[in-house]
């Protein structure tokens, strides 16, 4: 992994370097952090339940998101950040968690995967919210009425109320967490090195490297994308919807699929769904009101299409998952939906 980011930081500042190639050593570079973080998030979670374990990896696999988003909007590719943004959600939402559910029915006797409903419920609740607030925001635009005048003035205040919203929830929702079973209380071997808490600290420290190294990485990959997109003749829909939200959330990509493999269903959907939930009332807003200090401004205002996909994810998660139950052909009715998807950018601008 070190070797790899090391060439993908050779190849950004030396211009004699194809920006295709550039591009594919950012883009390998971020995946080989995201699997360092996933597999250390993994350790912390035999000393935590699943909703601190969830929050703690979804929170540093969102930072290359975070990163790549600013320096998008500082670029002045408003479509890319967008797109991004919005790809991270349905990315996670759709494809990772349709993956996580068919890996993890497959392995069980009965072909049904099971953990429990309330973070699964809460997710959508959050997602309708998202939602809403952008559906409002599109109607207003298509109805060039007074409010229309005024969407960074709305998104700012929604952005904050959001925000709000999502520290209600957090602090409901990790007060509800549970220890593992076994897990370590720094018993007779835990300050040694090695124990316990020395696998802990080394873990922790591995987390805030990989984070660290995400800012600049995802430095060196949005500089290349452009020259990509027009290397390879793709929209910048697809571009951002797509191979930034899959480069960028490589963490739940790995990490969850890999927990669903091991049969730890529960932190796979909660890694998952955190996720979910953090990009689209927490990411989102919060990047709304940073954005104010780049060279370009984020708002809430989306394409109908993605405003339709939005609203359409949140109702397909809350009808597969909000039953505590997924079986494989939900996990493959979720990954059709981002097919689906994924064709309709690739034909958007």
Not at 89 to 107: E, K, T
Not at 192 to 204: I, K, M
Not at 236 to 260: D, P, S, Y
């Amino acid at each position: 992994m070190a070797l790899i980011t090391v060439l993908a930081g050779v190849a950004r500042y030396d211009h004699g370097v194809p920006r295709v190639v550039a591009f594919i050593l950012a883009a390998l570079a971020l995946a080989g952090g995201a699997w360092i973080v996933s597999t250390s998030t993994e350790q912390v979670g035999r000393r935590y339940g699943p909703a601190v374990t969830g929050v703690l990896q979804s929170t540093l696999g969102n930072l290359p998101e975070f990163f790549v988003v600013i320096f998008a909007l500082n670029a002045g590719q408003k479509v890319v950040a967008e797109t991004a943004i919005l790809g991270s959600i349905l990315v996670n939402a759709l494809l990772v968690l349709g993956l996580v559910i068919v890996v993890g029915a497959r392995r069980e006797r009965d072909r049904v995967m099971r953990f429990g409903v309330r973070l699964p419920n809460d997710t959508a609740t959050l997602l309708l919210i998202a939602s809403f607030i952008i559906v409002l925001v599109g109607l207003a635009n298509s109805a060039h009425d007074a409010a229309s005048h005024h969407i960074k003035t709305i998104s700012i205040i929604s952005a904050i109320a959001i925000l709000i919203v999502y520290g209600v929830w957090m602090a409901q929702y990790l007060r509800s967490d549970t220890r593992p079973e076994g897990a370590a209380g720094g018993g007779e071997n835990g300050g040694e090195d090695g124990g316990p808490s020395g696998a802990l600290a080394t873990s922790l420290a591995l987390l805030a490297v990989g984070g660290v190294a995400s800012a600049f990485v995802s430095d060196w990959f949005v500089n290349a994308l452009q020259p990509t997109i027009d290397s390879l003749h793709i929209s910048q829909a697809f571009a951002g919807l797509v191979i930034v939200a899959i480069a960028g959330n490589a963490v739940e990509n790995a990490a969850g699929i890999a927990l669903a493999h091991k049969g730890q269903s529960e932190l796979a959907i909660s890694v998952v769904k955190n996720s979910v939930a953090q990009i689209a009332a927490f990411l989102y807003p919060l990047l709304v009101l940073v954005s104010l200090l780049t060279a370009t401004t984020l708002t809430f205002a989306l394409a109908p299409v993605y405003t339709g996909a939005l609203l359409g994810t949140a109702v397909i998660v809350w009808q597969i998952t909000g039953d505590g139950e997924a079986t494989p052909f939900e996990g493959a009715a979720l990954i059709a939906a981002f097919v689906i998807l994924a064709t309709v950018a690739a034909f958007e601008s």
